[in-house]
Protein backbone atom coordinates (compact mmCIF):
# COMPACT_ATOMS: atom_id res chain seq x y z
CA UNK A 1 0.00 0.00 0.00
CA UNK A 2 1.13 3.31 -0.65
CA UNK A 3 1.49 5.82 2.22
CA UNK A 4 0.87 9.80 1.01
CA UNK A 5 1.70 11.30 5.01
CA UNK A 6 4.73 8.41 4.85
CA UNK A 7 6.19 11.03 1.87
CA UNK A 8 4.53 14.40 2.91
CA UNK A 9 6.67 13.83 6.55
CA UNK A 10 9.54 12.94 4.73
CA UNK A 11 9.44 15.43 2.70
CA UNK A 12 8.62 17.97 5.40
CA UNK A 13 11.64 16.21 7.56
CA UNK A 14 13.98 16.99 4.39
CA UNK A 15 12.98 20.69 4.24
CA UNK A 16 13.95 21.42 7.48
CA UNK A 17 17.61 19.60 7.23
CA UNK A 18 17.93 22.03 3.73
CA UNK A 19 16.90 25.25 5.91
CA UNK A 20 19.20 23.65 8.99
CA UNK A 21 22.54 23.00 6.90
CA UNK A 22 25.02 23.43 4.09
CA UNK A 23 24.10 22.49 0.85
CA UNK A 24 26.73 19.23 1.08
CA UNK A 25 25.49 18.24 4.46
CA UNK A 26 21.97 18.33 3.77
CA UNK A 27 22.41 16.20 0.30
CA UNK A 28 24.83 13.48 2.04
CA UNK A 29 21.75 13.18 4.96
CA UNK A 30 19.20 13.29 2.23
CA UNK A 31 20.57 10.65 -0.18
CA UNK A 32 21.61 8.09 3.02
CA UNK A 33 18.35 8.41 3.80
CA UNK A 34 17.27 8.20 -0.25
CA UNK A 35 19.60 4.98 -0.44
CA UNK A 36 17.10 3.04 2.51
CA UNK A 37 14.08 4.11 1.29
CA UNK A 38 11.76 1.84 -0.25
CA UNK A 39 12.20 2.23 -4.56
CA UNK A 40 8.05 2.37 -4.67
CA UNK A 41 8.72 5.84 -2.82
CA UNK A 42 12.27 6.96 -4.49
CA UNK A 43 10.75 9.28 -7.03
CA UNK A 44 8.09 11.44 -4.12
CA UNK A 45 11.00 11.03 -1.79
CA UNK A 46 13.88 12.47 -4.03
CA UNK A 47 12.03 16.03 -4.44
CA UNK A 48 13.49 17.69 -1.44
CA UNK A 49 16.88 17.66 -3.46
CA UNK A 50 15.50 20.26 -5.81
CA UNK A 51 16.35 23.27 -3.45
CA UNK A 52 19.57 22.09 -2.97
CA UNK A 53 20.74 23.04 -6.73
CA UNK A 54 23.75 21.19 -6.37
CA UNK A 55 25.54 19.70 -9.02
CA UNK A 56 26.34 16.57 -7.02
CA UNK A 57 22.80 15.33 -6.93
CA UNK A 58 23.49 14.58 -10.50
CA UNK A 59 25.69 12.06 -10.04
CA UNK A 60 23.27 10.55 -7.27
CA UNK A 61 20.57 10.48 -10.13
CA UNK A 62 23.39 8.85 -12.30
CA UNK A 63 23.23 5.97 -9.77
CA UNK A 64 19.62 5.65 -8.33
CA UNK A 65 17.55 5.72 -11.93
CA UNK A 66 17.63 2.40 -12.16
CA UNK A 67 15.95 1.67 -9.11
CA UNK A 68 12.34 3.16 -10.77
CA UNK A 69 10.50 1.28 -14.02
CA UNK A 70 8.79 4.38 -14.69
CA UNK A 71 10.64 7.70 -15.65
CA UNK A 72 8.51 10.78 -14.81
CA UNK A 73 9.35 14.06 -15.50
CA UNK A 74 10.03 14.33 -12.37
CA UNK A 75 13.71 13.18 -12.66
CA UNK A 76 14.34 15.51 -15.49
CA UNK A 77 12.95 18.33 -13.31
CA UNK A 78 15.44 17.37 -10.64
CA UNK A 79 18.44 17.08 -12.84
CA UNK A 80 17.64 20.52 -14.06
CA UNK A 81 17.23 22.24 -10.95
CA UNK A 82 20.95 20.74 -10.54
CA UNK A 83 22.95 22.48 -12.40
CA UNK A 84 22.35 19.93 -15.77
CA UNK A 85 24.98 20.40 -18.30
CA UNK A 86 24.71 19.51 -22.82
CA UNK A 87 27.94 17.51 -21.86
CA UNK A 88 25.60 15.40 -19.26
CA UNK A 89 23.16 15.26 -21.61
CA UNK A 90 25.42 13.74 -23.94
CA UNK A 91 26.44 11.16 -21.81
CA UNK A 92 23.52 9.81 -20.38
CA UNK A 93 21.62 9.88 -23.81
CA UNK A 94 24.92 7.83 -25.01
CA UNK A 95 23.84 5.99 -21.71
CA UNK A 96 20.57 5.35 -23.09
CA UNK A 97 17.66 4.22 -21.01
CA UNK A 98 16.92 5.65 -18.41
CA UNK A 99 19.35 7.77 -18.49
CA UNK A 100 18.37 9.33 -21.78
CA UNK A 101 15.09 10.02 -20.97
CA UNK A 102 16.31 11.99 -17.98
CA UNK A 103 18.64 13.87 -19.90
CA UNK A 104 16.08 14.69 -22.44
CA UNK A 105 13.88 15.76 -19.59
CA UNK A 106 16.25 17.70 -17.95
CA UNK A 107 17.04 19.20 -21.38
CA UNK A 108 14.00 20.33 -22.02
CA UNK A 109 13.44 22.39 -18.68
CA UNK A 110 16.72 24.22 -19.38
CA UNK A 111 15.43 25.01 -23.23
CA UNK A 112 12.22 25.73 -23.34
CA UNK A 113 10.27 28.88 -21.72
CA UNK A 114 6.63 29.98 -20.76
CA UNK A 115 3.87 27.45 -19.25
CA UNK A 116 5.07 23.79 -19.46
CA UNK A 117 2.74 20.42 -18.14
CA UNK A 118 3.61 19.78 -14.94
CA UNK A 119 6.00 22.51 -14.40
CA UNK A 120 5.99 23.79 -10.94
CA UNK A 121 6.03 27.69 -9.93
CA UNK A 122 9.40 26.86 -8.47
CA UNK A 123 10.72 25.65 -11.86
CA UNK A 124 9.37 28.73 -13.70
CA UNK A 125 11.34 31.27 -11.28
CA UNK A 126 14.25 28.84 -11.21
CA UNK A 127 14.38 29.34 -14.95
CA UNK A 128 17.41 26.95 -15.38
CA UNK A 129 19.73 26.65 -18.47
CA UNK A 130 22.90 24.41 -19.23
CA UNK A 131 25.18 25.73 -17.30
CA UNK A 132 27.63 24.62 -19.67
CA UNK A 133 25.89 27.46 -22.78
CA UNK A 134 26.72 24.78 -25.28
CA UNK A 135 25.49 26.23 -29.32
CA UNK A 136 22.20 25.67 -30.31
CA UNK A 137 23.05 23.57 -33.35
CA UNK A 138 25.26 21.27 -30.87
CA UNK A 139 21.95 20.73 -29.23
CA UNK A 140 19.46 20.20 -32.25
CA UNK A 141 22.22 17.80 -34.25
CA UNK A 142 22.88 15.97 -30.95
CA UNK A 143 19.31 15.13 -30.31
CA UNK A 144 18.50 14.10 -33.92
CA UNK A 145 21.33 11.85 -33.99
CA UNK A 146 19.82 10.05 -30.54
CA UNK A 147 16.24 10.01 -32.50
CA UNK A 148 17.60 7.67 -34.86
CA UNK A 149 18.22 5.22 -31.91
CA UNK A 150 15.18 6.04 -30.09
CA UNK A 151 12.26 7.03 -31.94
CA UNK A 152 9.84 6.62 -29.81
CA UNK A 153 6.50 8.51 -29.50
CA UNK A 154 7.66 10.43 -26.11
CA UNK A 155 11.05 11.10 -27.99
CA UNK A 156 10.08 12.37 -30.76
CA UNK A 157 7.90 14.41 -28.68
CA UNK A 158 10.52 16.20 -26.37
CA UNK A 159 13.04 16.61 -29.11
CA UNK A 160 11.02 18.44 -31.50
CA UNK A 161 9.90 20.41 -28.72
CA UNK A 162 13.35 21.22 -27.13
CA UNK A 163 14.54 22.04 -31.16
CA UNK A 164 11.53 24.20 -32.04
CA UNK A 165 11.79 25.78 -28.73
CA UNK A 166 15.82 26.70 -28.77
CA UNK A 167 15.28 28.16 -32.22
CA UNK A 168 12.53 30.71 -31.24
CA UNK A 169 14.69 31.17 -28.36
CA UNK A 170 17.99 31.59 -30.04
Known amino acids: MYDREKIENFQIRMEEIIEKLDKKEAF ?3 TSELNECEDKYL ?3 MAPLNFL ?3 PVLDWVEQNANRTKNITQDWGHLSAS ?3 TWQRAEKWLEMGRPLSLI ?6 FCTTR ?3 LNQSLWMRELNPKLTDNPKLD ?7 DYLKKDGVPRTKNVVNRIIN ?3 EIG
Open 138 to 144: KIANGLK
Open 165 to 167: DIF
Open 114 to 116: GER
Open 43 to 45: TEF
Open 82 to 84: SNF
Open 103 to 108: ALDATM
Open 53 to 55: EYE
Open 28 to 30: ELI
